[in-house]
Structures are given as structure tokens and as C-alpha cells.
């Protein structure tokens, strides 16, 4: 199953850049391949001063060897080797009118003495942050969540796009980092539900990703924008950052665990504002962004 | 002893705000009074898109009441009373040849059924970040620090610039936010040292922060920088952000007690940036600054 999946999300990140690369029309990915000095390493991907992107990552990675401490303590285990692999994708878009989005799709190993494995799971989801909300396009990208989802359980779109509202939530600021998507963890070989099956769904979520997403970026990525939208767009990135530093487990983990840094940290935007103690004017369209991000809403009745 | 010191913070925000508007000779402080429903309240003022300061707060709050619980877990005592004041502040030029500088004085008392102190402490510092170094500025400042400490014991500069170059450092970059200055905590009453005399240091500190700061921001505030300095300026930001979202308790405990979100995030920077991978040239200023970020350096000898 790992070189399966492995395999899987070199591809999918081959199809990916490709496709970005394609809109952009201008910047390419820079490749940085790493090796982690533990074990496994990985291949990040950068695009930077793009025509529709300013700044994002596309990056796999696979690591093995014996389990970090911290991460002993965190999953309840005691001294065992582990291999994780995954992909992770964060887009900052250049226009206020394109949203960010991010995605992760990642498969988890844990083996005994004998190199048994003694347990394994998958996880991931995608998600929308954007700056101005064109209801149409949250639509979509649920739209498209939905199908990949409902292919394999009716429950599952219900359940994962609760959890995404739930996990990117910014507690501090009492309003969720975008309008969700989908968010799944611990996705374990249950009676109805085999790893192959798992490895099934987790892949046509993977490959939803670009039909979600770029129909959106296609829509949207010529529309006019004013210096203040523009403003706008950098203060809400503020709160992008205070998420990904403060309450994302996956980052801090990175940082905690000696990760590659800069893959870590591809997530951040790239340029970035503080305004003290900002409010959107009353009546405006940032305002009305901020009451979805206040309480999320269903997208699909 | 804490009307006492509550009252010299109050004294210390108008001196300290009075002298920072007449350097920067177009902005002036907003001032926003707040209160805690739980108890107490604040002051806090901040300061935009001046002359010489792009954004700073100088900010002073005194809250009281029933212990939070994660402050129970932090300080392993019971469901206590408490009394928690201090001045925090933070200041960012818009001139990457100013540092940006951080200050907090504060002061802690617990109770006990019948209100009588059980534990009480003084802690704070102040310390420099700048973008390029000057020998001479982080020297002044630094003789500044130890002139105020000296007064008081010998050992105590050594000691909290230690602890501060040990504090205030970004482990997941290995290095230092800054060239430091001073840090200390749990200042409590000993044989050697009362509440009395540590209030003498603490404010003897306090007095020294325009001594130690405002000579640096005349000799430099007024220095030709070129856009890829600002560039410069803008990046470092984001090790700011990054220090003070992820490691620095204060900020984590304000987050995550439900403190007055816009006073304690005052310290985040106006404009920042992160670059992909970004390393300045072998020989640059830059490269020099990072050199004594990594190895903290002996300002005195």
C-alpha cells in the first residue's frame, strides 16, 4: 500500500504542477529535492511571482525510520518504526478575487520488532479561503467534494466538511480560517470499509482536487481589483498565518519534529498585513465574508 | 505594592508615549480603554503609519479575579485569586535601519480564601531586533540594560541577558529573534532581595527603556535604505511572527485565556513578508546579521 500510494501522489503532484503551471502562463515550480537525515526525505515544489500565482507549494514527502518521541507521546505508542508519506499543497493566489486553497492527502504506517504492521491509516481534505466570496464558486468546490465523497458514502461529505469547519477554526478570532470543504483522519480498515477501500476514496478525493479548484481560478483570475480589495486580501492573510502558527496541528508537528522548514513554511503567504484592531465597513462584501467565516453555512442543501 | 506599581506603569505609558510621538512628529496614539468581565481592564495605545513608527503599541492592563484554570495547570496551585498587571510594548519602525524593540514590566499576586497574598513576583525585560546590525547601537543598548542592573547586583545583567538571548529565540530557524538585552521572571522576595528591592529594580529598568532605545532611533531614523533593504525588513518581520505565535508564552496564553485579542496581537508587524528558501549573499549585512542571530555575542566585555 505505501508504494502504491507513494506512487500516487507522485503523479498526482506531476499533474498538478502541470495543470498550474498551464494557468499561470508565466512562473514554473522550482523543484527542491531533500533528503531527511533519519530516513525517506522529499520533493517540494515553489511557485513564486506568478501571473495568477504569487506564491505556492506542491510537495510530497516520504519518511521512515523509528517514531520521533514527541510523536510517540502524541499517537500513545511506545518505541516503534513508522513510515509516512503524503502530499501537501497550499495556492496564494495574486488577485483578492481568486480564493487560497489548500490540500493534504497522507497514508500513516507503524510496525512492530518484525516489521509487521501493527497499524495504518489515511487522512487529508481540501479546503477554500477566500477573500471575497462568490457564493456560486463555494458552491462548486463543495459541489465537487460532494460527488468524490458520495461515490463511496453518502455519510462521508456530511461528516468531513463538519470536521473541516471544526479543525480550521481560528479559536482566537472566533471565525473559521475560509468556508471549508472536506477534513479526514484516522481512516482505518473497519467491516465496511477495507485500506483498499480507503486507498479508493482518499484517491478520488485527490483527484477532485482539480476540477474543484480551477474552474474557480479560471473564473475569477481577471476580474478587476482595487488597491484596497488588494489591502483587504493581505489583512485576511494575516489571518491565515495566525492559523497555520497557532492552531495547525501539521505545522507545529513539522516545527516541533526538526521537519524541512521551508517545506513547513511554503504555507505562509507572501506578503502579509497587521492592522490594528480592523472592521470592515458595515453593508461591504468583506463584511459579508466575515459573517460566513462567523458561521459557516451549508453549501449544498 | 501593586497600587504602587500599578500607578507607576500608568506613569511610565504617558512618559514613554509622549517622548515616542514627539520622535515621530506626525502619528499620534490611539488610546482604546478596555474591560475584562471577569475582572479589571486596560489601556492600550498604538500608534500607525507615522513619520517613524509604522505601527507600535505601548500598552498597560491590571486584571484580577478567579484564576483561569490553564493558568491553574501553568502555576500548579488551586482554584486561587489573583492580581496580574503590567506595560508591554512593542515598536515598529518603518526604517529597517531602527530595530524594533519589546518591553514588558509586570507584576503577580495570588491570594488566598481570606485575600491574603500567598505568592507574589516581578518579571519582564526589553530587547532589540534589528534588521541591520550597528556594533554601537546594540553595545549602547546593552550598557544601558547593565548600567540599571549594576545598580542593583552585579549578577543580575549577566544573568537576564543570558536569559533573554535563551528566550527569545526561534529554535526551528536556530537563531535568536534578536541581539537581546534582558529577561527575568518569578522575581520573588529572598533573604538578599524584597518585593521592595526588586520593585526599585524593575523600575529602575523601566526608566532606562527611553535611554536605551531613543539615541538609536535619532542617530538612524533619518539613514537612506533602498527597496531591497525594505525587502530585507519585511522578511525578518516574519521571524517576528513566526517567534511570536509559536514560542512566546505570553502570546499563547492571551490567545488561548480569551485576553483583548487586538492588545496582545499590537505586536505583530504592519507589512511582512515569506519568501521561499531565502538566504542572503555570502559577505552582505545581511548574511553579518544572521551570523550573531545564530551565535549570540558578549556586548560588553
Known amino acids: 500500500m505505501k508504494n502504491k500510494f507513494y506512487q500516487y501522489i507522485q503523479n498526482l503532484q506531476d499533474t498538478i504542477t502541470s495543470k498550474l503551471e498551464d494557468i499561470d502562463g508565466k512562473a514554473k515550480f522550482k523543484q527542491d529535492i531533500w533528503k531527511r537525515p533519519e530516513g525517506g526525505g522529499g520533493r517540494t515544489r515553489v511557485i513564486e511571482n506568478g501571473n495568477v500565482f504569487e506564491k505556492g507549494g506542491v510537495n510530497i514527502s516520504g519518511v521512515h525510520g523509528k517514531l520521533p518521541k514527541s510523536m510517540q507521546a502524541y499517537f500513545k505508542v511506545g518505541n516503534v518504526d513508522f513510515f509516512a508519506c503524503g ?24 510496525y512492530d520488532k518484525d516489521g509487521e504492521i501493527i497499524d495504518s491509516w489515511f487522512g487529508g481534505g481540501q479546503d477554500l479561503t477566500p477573500y ?21 458514502n453518502p455519510k462521508f461529505y456530511p461528516t468531513y466538511k463538519k470536521r473541516c469547519d ?17 477534513f479526514f483522519d484516522y481512516c482505518k480498515a473497519t467491516e465496511t470499509m477495507t485500506m483498499e477501500n480507503w486507498y479508493n476514496f482518499v484517491t478520488e478525493v485527490g483527484n477532485s482536487f482539480i476540477d474543484a479548484y480551477v474552474p474557480i481560478v479560471e473564473k475569477r483570475k481577471d476580474l ?3 488597491e484596497a480589495q488588494r489591502n483587504w486580501q493581505e489583512i485576511r492573510r494575516g489571518r491565515y498565518v495566525e492559523f497555520n502558527l497557532v492552531h495547525d496541528k501539521g505545522t507545529l508537528f513539522g516545527l516541533k519534529t526538526n521537519g524541512r522548514i521551508e517545506s513547513i513554511l511554503m504555507s505562509l503567504p507572501p506578503r502579509v498585513q497587521w492592522v490594528y484592531d480592523h472592521h470592515p465597513e458595515a453593508g461591504s462584501e468583506e463584511e459579508k465574508l466575515i459573517a460566513v467565516l462567523k458561521s459557516p453555512r451549508r453549501w449544498i442543501v
Open 87 to 110: 502530499l501537501s499543497l497550499v495556492l496564494h493566489p495574486k488577485t483578492p478575487m481568486v480564493p487560497t486553497v489548500h490540500a493534504n492527502w497522507r497514508y500513516f504506517e507503524m
Open 132 to 152: 471575497y466570496l462568490f457564493e456560486e464558486d463555494a458552491k462548486h468546490f463543495h459541489h465537487t467534494c460532494k460527488t468524490a465523497c458520495d461515490k463511496h
Open 166 to 182: 471544526e479543525y480550521f477554526y481560528n479559536a482566537h478570532r472566533n471565525e473559521g480560517r475560509g468556508i471549508g470543504g472536506l
Open 224 to 226: 478587476p481589483y482595487t
